[in-house]
């Protein structure tokens, strides 16, 4: 991560969970998996929400996929390119803070307030990313609760310290604005 970045301050965790696909410019509503050769088989990385309605989930075979999917369009991983247009992005986020790091292999830290995440959040969302963000005080609380909940909708309620609105299942967070004040710098 970059050491530019203050962990003692609020953190916006951007995880982009369909990144790997979304920077192939692949149509959501498509099926389509990327996939990587690894143990002994080719397995999937990514999927898109109609294949993973049909039961494919990461690390599947593609073998299994396919016999989930039949209409599947598979491809392959690029790790350079992914690498690059994340960096690219995170570059591009140096307009809202100068303190921006990219979490690999599909996520961006951003050393904002609270109030001004949205503007963020929407930015991403306009250049055709989906986005689950979460602000916390501690950057790493901020990276676990934006994957926390990977199938939920975003969340949105960003304004207030150590609040945001999170999918049913996830933990409660409502004390992250005390534990956040109690770490003095």
Known sequence: ????????????????????????????????????????????????????RAGVVPGMALAEARALCPELR??????EG???DLESLRDMLLRFSPAVAAVFPDGLLVDVAPAAARPVIDWLSRLGHAVQ???APDAWAAILLSRAAP???????????????????????????????????
């Open 133 to 135: 963000a979460a602000w």
């Open 151 to 185: 199938h939920a909708a975003p969340r949105e309620d960003l304004g207030q310290r150590g609040q945001s609105r999170a999918a049913p299942h996830a933990a409660p967070r409502e004390d992250l604005g005390q534990r956040g004040q109690s770490r003095a710098a």
């Open 74 to 79: 598979v491809e392959r991983r690029e790790g």
């Open 82 to 84: 992914e690498r690059g």
């Open 1 to 52: 991560m970059n050491s530019n970045l203050n962990i003692n301050s609020g953190m916006l965790a951007l995880h982009l969970p369909a990144f790997r696909l979304e920077r192939c410019g692949h149509d959501p509503a498509a099926a389509v998996v990327l996939v990587e050769f690894a143990r002994s088989a080719d397995r999937v990385l990514a999927c898109t929400p109609p294949v993973a």
